[in-house]
């Protein structure tokens, strides 16, 4: 062996020494299966409007356009009786990376902790970790797996927001589903922190740090090392759900449930799967809207991810994504020659992400504009003896009553100097206080201006939307999805 090899050797072991590793913290489900995130007996107000909301990857700027757009939704609809608003009928938030965050705190602690979450935005995400790009030490870490592990942005989530609340706890006080994304990169699809997935792991997901989702949510690629979950195959007799044999032999199922099928399965599988490895969920769906597409490609009803009561109570649905992405300028654009080394991999990146998003969206769309369809047929089929059951009496009931209005809240629309301001925030964990303000202020002014918010807002009894203070700006097509 020549010194070449033996330094390369000695390199390649002080590499894997350096790397920061997680150890799994999540424990093995002994007996029985997870139970669901919420209990479906608790629904709020009448049950009559459903409120989701996603909200996309993008640091403590994502994070904060998240807020922005929670209290410009509650600004616009609090009342002296309900002061929350439509906060109050969410009922689905979904969040990935700098939006797991929001979505997390606000599935937790719900309308009454938005106090504490806008103190947390100004504090700094960054105060354990090791970022400086001028620090070999950084340098090696990150190249070896990542500089940091969860003793660093989890600990920080930990001290300032959950204090070591668990998936238990959430489901205890919350009547919010909460799904936090991820990324399984050795299966290459959207991770998403649900009981289902859990119990293909065989793992006790209410025993499970949220800040330890979130963390895993968060874990960009190189900055952080990826959060492991261990595969506890041996500890429980599980039992596929019947979705899942019927995806492994039908021609017709989608592509995205097929996938998801795979992973689960992997998951069972000690050969293919003692751990499993998570990264930042921008890298397979930075809105988080794969899990509603997977809920109803898998669905063996026309209603689910809703209960069959909640399908006939329902009148009006809201599905917004907090969009906090920016146009980022490389410089290349203006020269002949590049992109090259970190400009290259970034743009590869960016490409690959961007594209898997807008795929996502699109299909989540077309997911909802078939789903409204089948609520309405299965609303319609139902004997007047069943609506009475479930609503209490048959006044007023109209079964084709269901409109769902579907759309994004982002930097588009918002006037030219505040959109150049806002995408020179950069993507980090710490930021200025006065672009935290700025970046609140702006997903106020885009919620407020929202066609399919103003849209919702006239078509639900109690509101004359747009709300006071309203911008209008350049009609886009506006929801309702028609039938």
């Not at 007996?41 to 909301?53: A, I, K, Q």
């Not at 792991?201 to 895993?216: G, R, Y």
């Not at 019947?242 to 998951?267: G, I, K, V």
């Not at 003692?274 to 397979?284: A, C, P, Q, S």
Request: proline share 6%; net charge neutral; hydrophobic share 40%.
């Amino acid at each position: 062996m020549t010194w070449a090899n033996v330094a390369a050797l000695a390199a390649a072991v002080l590499l894997a020494g350096c790397s920061a590793v997680n150890e799994p913290l999540n424990t093995p489900l002994t007996s029985g299966k997870n139970p669901t995130l919420v209990d479906v007996g608790s629904l709020p107000g009448d049950g009559s409007t459903f409120v989701g909301l996603a909200f996309s990857g993008g640091g403590t700027r994502a994070s904060a356009f998240g807020y922005g757009m929670l209290e410009a939704l509650r600004d616009a609809t609090a009342t002296p009786a309900d002061p929350d608003g439509i906060l109050s009928d969410v009922r689905l938030v979904t969040g990935v990376s700098g939006g797991s965050v929001t979505a997390a705190w606000f599935g937790y602690a719900g309308a009454g902790g938005m106090a504490k979450y806008r103190a947390y935005l100004d504090k700094n995400g960054e105060k354990y970790m090791a970022n400086s790009p001028l620090n070999p030490v950084t340098i090696v870490r990150g190249l070896s797996g990542g500089a940091n592990s969860r003793k660093t942005f989890g600990r920080f989530l930990d001290e300032e927001l959950f204090r070591g609340a668990t998936f238990g706890d959430l489901r205890r006080k919350s009547r919010v589903k909460t799904w936090i994304n991820a990324s399984d990169v050795a299966n290459n699809v959207t991770f998403l922190f649900s009981p289902e997935t859990f119990d293909a792991l065989c793992s006790d997901l209410m025993k499970l740090p949220l800040s330890e989702a979130v963390a895993a949510s968060a874990a960009f690629p190189l900055v952080f090392s990826p959060i492991v979950l261990k595969a506890h195959q041996q500890s429980c007799a599980y039992q596929e759900p019947d979705w899942l044999t019927a995806a492994r032999y039908n021609p017709e199922a989608s592509e995205a449930m097929r996938a998801h099928a795979r992973a689960l399965e992997s998951y069972t599988n000690p050969e293919e799967a003692r751990f499993v490895k998570l990264l930042d969920g921008g890298i397979t769906d930075n809105f988080g809207t794969t899990g509603l597409n997977v809920e109803r490609a898998r669905a063996q009803n026309a209603y689910a991810p809703l209960t069959r009561e909640e399908a006939v109570k329902l009148e009006r649905m809201l599905f917004l994504v907090a969009n906090a992405g920016v146009r980022t300028d490389y410089g290349w654009t203006q020269k002949l020659p590049g992109p090259g080394g970190v400009q290259l991999a970034m743009s590869i990146a960016t490409s690959s992400m961007s594209a898997a998003t807008r795929t996502g969206y699109d299909a989540m769309r077309l997911t909802l504009d078939r789903w409204q369809q089948a609520l309405v047929e299965f609303r319609c089929d139902l004997p007047l003896a069943e609506v009475r059951r479930i609503r209490g009496s048959t006044a007023g009931w109209d079964c084709a009553d269901v409109k769902l209005f579907v759309g994004q809240v982002s930097f588009e629309g918002l006037p030219d100097g505040m959109q150049r301001e806002l995408n020179e925030i950069p993507t980090r964990l710490k930021l200025k206080p006065e672009q935290v303000a700025l970046t609140i202020e702006a997903a106020r002014q885009s919620t407020r201006q929202n066609p399919e918010f103003n849209g919702f807002l006239r078509a639900v009894e109690g509101f004359d939307g747009p709300p006071e203070g309203a911008t209008p700006i350049a009609p886009r097509r506006i929801s309702p999805i028609s039938n």
